[in-house]
């Protein structure tokens, strides 16, 4: 389907929007697709980038499916995205968590020496206890999950070093799950505020989550949707040579100005708290200014590595210990932050390395042959006593941080968002004009109290903040 680019629309200068809409991700889409389900036709999605997705990027490579970005569908019960891939026969039958780290993959140590897989076993179980007994504890605690955490485990710790070096690597996967750079900064409660959907958390897509993006294309008039229009400014209040109170006005990069009777924001949090100073004309209240430098994202990448055969047997992955996990990743050694290899849906002979905030910044100002040989070099140093690994055949990574558009991965609920006492609820509000009209909507996964960080969670915020406006209409 072919959407409009850079040629100048018509309409744009003269015909004022029912909603505009910014950012062609899933809260944006599935924002669109409602109202005009609903028969609000005159709207317009404006995205940034030449492609719609988002955070949701899925790569071709052989036969099947690579994801850059959105993994997983988590959970099945009260799931949007899942109840969508099951009525369309999206699923994929393969129910094990091979590809998480935390399937069969073996543990080793710097200096190649692997971990016992019943010390691994124990240190597990102490985990999963101490999970257990954090859900039930969270709920109130202000404090990091990395020091309620850390704590509780070196109470118990009958392991020793290896101990304390499973638990760095912990704090890293869970640095994964969380999206934030160290452990320490995701707040006990605001981690009590998420909830699973039931059922399995690592649901793949057949034919990968593009689908879900396809499927919200091909209910849209390809009018709707203009590709490679940046916006530069938000002018939300007091407009001059407005005939309609509530008018909000958009002004591209470009310079061309589009006008609309509401907004609905889709921009990533880590975009809003790039450049709400300069988008927004006035400036956002502090209410909101607290929530957007308040809530918390960073960055999670994935380094793909193709061989020409299985080296690795019946092997699920490896995951990477450090000697001495205090050190501070940088540019000269972003590899050390790498939680591990582990293997790849549908791609029998490619390895997926995953890392987070500051190694994955780093890793993302490297040249592609220099993360291939950082990989290659860290792999032969800890697994090279045990395998022969040969030359890969080919490699990718994903640069969530350097895309201006994206700059980072999912939200999460910080520290200090304690501190500052806000939270999604907080993000979420729109703000309105004299006559309490909703005219500056905000949606997208960072604005969901309970399902941040994911697919589904998006997807609900669209539909949340395009009700706002259909409720308008009655």
């Known amino acids: 389907m072919h959407y409009i680019s850079v040629s100048v629309l018509n309409m744009a200068s003269t015909n004022i929007y029912k909603a505009l809409i910014i950012g062609g991700g899933a809260a944006g889409l599935s924002a669109i697709n409602k109202l005009h389900k609903n028969g609000v036709k005159n709207c317009l999605l404006l995205e940034a980038q030449a492609t719609l997705g988002g955070r949701i990027s899925t790569i071709l490579r052989g036969d099947h499916f690579l994801e850059h970005g959105a993994q997983w569908i988590h959970g099945e019960d009260g799931n949007v995205v899942y109840s969508f891939a099951k009525e369309n026969n999206l699923l994929d039958e393969e129910r094990n968590l091979k590809q998480t780290g935390v399937g069969d993959t073996v543990f080793i140590k ?14 597990q179980m ?30 118990e710790n009958e392991l020793g070093e290896i101990g304390n070096e499973l638990l760095d690597w912990y704090g890293r996967f869970q640095c994964c799950m969380d999206g934030t750079d160290t452990w320490f900064e995701a707040s006990c409660v605001g981690s ?12 793949n897509l ?7 993006v396809t499927h919200f294309q091909n209910n849209l008039p390809e009018e709707l949707i203009r590709l490679n229009s940046p916006v530069k400014k938000i002018r939300w209040k007091n407009l001059e040579n407005s005939e309609v109170p509530s008018l909000v006005e958009l002004e591209l990069i470009s310079g061309e100005v589009f006008k609309g009777e509401h907004v609905i924001i889709t921009s990533s949090l ?14 956002l209240p502090l209410r909101k200014v607290n929530a957007i430098n308040g809530l918390g994202i960073d960055v999670v990448d994935k380094i793909f590595i193709e061989f020409p055969h299985i080296w690795w047997g019946d092997r699920d992955g490896f995951s990477f ?5 205090q050190n501070e990743v940088n540019e000269t050694n972003w590899e050390k932050g790498i939680l591990g290899f582990y293997e790849v849906y549908n791609q029998s002979q490619i390895l997926c390395a995953w890392l987070t905030g500051k190694a994955a910044k780093e890793m993302e100002k490297a040249s592609e042959e220099e993360v291939k040989d950082r990989c290659m070099a860290l792999l032969r140093q800890y697994l090279g006593s045990h395998y022969d690994i040969p030359d890969p055949v080919w490699w990718d990574r994903t640069r969530w941080f350097s895309n201006p558009y994206i700059k980072g991965s999912y939200s999460f609920r910080s520290v200090l968002s304690e501190e500052l006492d806000v939270t999604a609820e907080d ?18 996964e960072a604005t969901h109290e309970k399902y941040y960080s994911t697919v589904h969670g998006a997807v609900e915020t669209g539909w949340r903040e395009a009700d706002r406006i259909i409720a308008l209409r009655r």
């Open 110 to 123: 710097e200096d190649s020496s692997i971990v016992d897989e019943d010390v691994v076993r124990i240190f």
């Open 126 to 155: 102490q985990m999963a206890n101490l999970r257990e007994e954090g859900e039930r504890n969270f709920e109130g605690n202000k404090d990091s999950v990395g020091n309620y955490y850390t704590q509780k485990f070196r109470e």
């Open 192 to 203: 009590a505020a998420y909830e699973e959907c039931p059922g399995n958390q690592v649901i």
């Open 206 to 212: 057949s034919e990968g989550f593009k689908s879900l």
């Open 270 to 283: 880590a975009v809003l708290k790039d450049c709400h100073e300069v988008l927004f004309e006035p400036q």
């Open 321 to 325: 210990l450090r000697d001495n996990p």
């Open 427 to 444: 993000l979420a509000y729109p703000l309105c004009n004299d006559q309490d009209i909703p005219v500056v909507c905000f949606g997208g």
